[in-house]
């Protein structure tokens, strides 16, 4: 079957590190997309793993490991306008699309 | 600025009416995706469509009637719609030239908020 996993809800502290992970199962795995989602606005994309790693963009990184079904989003230095909904979607070679998690919203607090 | 666009951005309509959701990209793109977002629920596949041919229709129920006139437009013709259908309906479009849609980096419009009375 098709299946993402990510936590509902995260909190940090403005200037600190936060690590965002997502567990999928996914029939024929040909990448991981991260997307942000501000409040009332449109989901933008973040980054696209589909080589085992850490792929590095300014304060996000994005890590993914294909043997264990898992990656994570980094954010460093976080700041308030971080204060998101972080989407996760595995791509499918199978059934041609992607899958979506529930998404992970992040509170950034002073 | 995404380059996706939607009209209207808010919309409230009640069980027997009839309206359509519109949605445009300035990108070049080949693909067009119609998602639907309920509150603490994964994005929702409807329609794909890739160089105007539908080939994508994820078990919609047929009051959601999609229409792709060009690369560049794709509309919901939405027609007796439940309660259940209020939600956010997002518009995205990628490149589609891979082959491989599920590859495509895809860029999203801002959304229509439905609300069914």
């Known amino acids: 079957g098709q299946n993402i996993d990510q936590p509902t809800e995260m909190t940090a502290t403005e200037g600190a590190i936060v690590q965002i992970n997502c567990t999928y199962q996914?029939?024929?795995?040909?990448?991981l997309f991260w997307y942000q989602q501000h409040a009332g606005e449109a989901p933008t994309f973040l980054s696209y793993?589909?080589?085992?790693g850490l792929e590095e963009k300014g304060r996000f990184s994005s890590f993914l490991s294909r043997s264990k079904g898992y990656s994570y989003l980094l954010l460093k230095e976080l700041q308030m306008k971080d204060s998101a909904s972080y989407l996760c979607a595995a791509g499918s070679s199978n059934t041609g699309k992607l899958i979506f998690g529930q998404g992970t919203t992040l509170q950034v607090k002073p | 600025e995404t380059g996706v666009t939607q009209t209207p951005r808010h919309l409230v309509m009640g069980m027997t009416n009839k309206k359509s959701l519109k949605c445009e990209q300035h990108?070049?793109?080949?693909?067009m995706y119609w998602y639907k977002q309920s509150a603490k629920k994964p994005l929702e596949l409807m329609f794909v469509y890739s160089l105007e041919e539908r080939v994508e229709n994820n078990s919609v129920p047929s009051r959601f009637s999609p229409e792709c006139p060009n690369s560049s437009h794709l509309f919901l013709h939405l027609h007796t719609l439940q309660p259940e259908d209020s939600a956010l309906y997002l518009c995205a479009s990628s490149q589609g030239t891979s082959g491989a849609l599920s590859t495509d980096t895809q860029y999203f419009g801002p959304g229509t908020r439905l609300t069914v009375l």
């Open positions: 996914t029939s024929g795995f040909n990448g």
């Open positions: 990108l070049g793109h080949n693909a």
């Open positions: 793993n589909v080589l085992d």
